[in-house]
């Protein structure tokens, strides 16, 4: 009997466990202009362009009758260029920006409905940001600046002192607690930043584009920084960026926007091996695929004839982390999950996506 080889999986994605959502955003529309609240209620307005709104109406639809859930657990992305509402959508969903329309439950909890004394509540206690301009006071200390919020929560200074010195911990900061902002790199300050997120223990972590204003190696940095930071904490995170290899590196699920609307939503692999549409294929196209795609999109159907007593490999193994046990193998390898054989792979599947050939995805 053939055992499963070990190969590294991809991120599990939260939402298959079958959990209620942290976050369920429906129908949500952010509209700025004269008369907004008449734009989602209308079929004709609805229909429009973004151009055609505007000439009609004098208003702009940023956010355009989006809807999404974030499962526990997960970083959701939130991806599209400059002008695709999503800065405007992370927002709203904070209430930082009111929406035109729609419903955004947190927790079971619709934050619409939220008065402003609850909505000072959960942004204390429930959820945090983190913005690419890092918003640090010049006059504190590091220690003091990642406390900050715990001081307008009213907790004592011991207290919020110690919680504060064990997030600088966890963020990499140890040895600079008593440096002030200006005697940091950028990328430490962006540290600090996220340590005065965590330090509330919030439930959900909001970034809006937190490092698009790095150099390319700290921003490389800040981003595995994020990815050991929620393999250790577990945080729920909703992430903001423009950047495709950003989305694909941090995201369990992406959501593409263009023009306010919802493109497509669903994992790296799907977005890859299955673009909604154009626009999104001309997104991925510079994709290495094989970074990407699993085996689930390059097996083929077991046929009379073909030789089952190969390796086993799970079908969300990276076709990169197969590659090298495949071509090894002198028989097919079985795609197999939950005892069951979905399919098989061989070297010239393999060789394809490597290749960058289109089939089988």
């Not at 657990?73 to 929406?99: D, Q």
């Not at 190696?217 to 929620?230: C, G, K």
């Not at 030789?307 to 076709?319: I, K």
Request: glycine share 10%; proline share 5%.
């Amino acid at each position: 009997m053939t055992t499963q080889t070990e190969v590294p999986q991809r991120r599990g994605t939260p939402q298959d466990s079958g959990s209620t959502p942290v976050i369920s955003v429906r129908r949500l529309w952010k509209v700025f202009g004269p008369k907004a609240d008449q734009v989602p209620d209308s079929e004709e307005l609805c229909g429009l362009t973004r151009r055609e709104l505007m000439d009609r109406t004098g208003c702009t639809a940023a956010v355009r009758d989006v809807h999404f859930d974030v499962s526990p657990g997960e970083v959701f992305v939130v991806m599209g260029l400059s002008g695709s509402g999503k800065s405007t959508l992370v927002r709203c969903l904070t209430r930082l920006i009111e929406p035109t329309a729609g419903e955004i439950v947190f927790e079971g909890e619709d934050i619409r409905k939220a008065d402003a004394a609850r909505l000072r509540e959960l942004r204390r206690r429930k959820f945090s940001m983190v913005f690419q301009h890092f918003g640090l006071l010049p006059h504190r200390r590091v220690v003091d600046n990642v406390a900050f919020g715990l001081e307008i929560r009213g907790m004592g200074r011991t207290d919020r002192v110690k919680r504060a010195q064990e997030v600088v911990e966890l963020v990499g900061l140890a040895g600079y607690e008593n440096s002030y902002p200006d005697q940091l790199s950028g990328g430490m300050q962006q540290r600090v930043g996220l340590a005065r997120a965590l330090a509330g223990d919030p439930d959900v972590l909001f970034f809006d584009e937190p490092f698009s204003a790095l150099d390319p190696l700290i921003r490389r940095d800040m981003q595995n920084e994020v990815i050991r930071l929620h393999h250790e904490v577990g945080k729920t995170m909703v992430f903001i960026t423009h950047d495709l290899s950003e989305a694909l590196k941090l995201g369990d699920r992406i959501l593409i926007m263009r023009d306010g609307k919802m493109v497509q939503c669903g994992t790296g692999d799907e977005l890859v091996g299955a673009p909604a549409d154009d626009y999104v294929r001309e997104f991925v196209k510079d994709v290495p695929r094989g970074d990407v795609l699993t085996l689930r999109w390059i097996m083929r159907p077991a046929e009379d004839g073909d030789e089952l007593d190969g390796p086993e490999l799970g079908p969300d193994v990276v076709v990169k982390e197969a590659t090298r046990v495949v071509l090894s193998a002198d028989k097919p390898v079985k795609v197999v999950e939950n005892g069951e054989l979905l399919g098989i792979v061989g070297d010239e599947e393999i060789l394809g996506v490597v290749a960058g050939r289109e089939g089988g995805a």
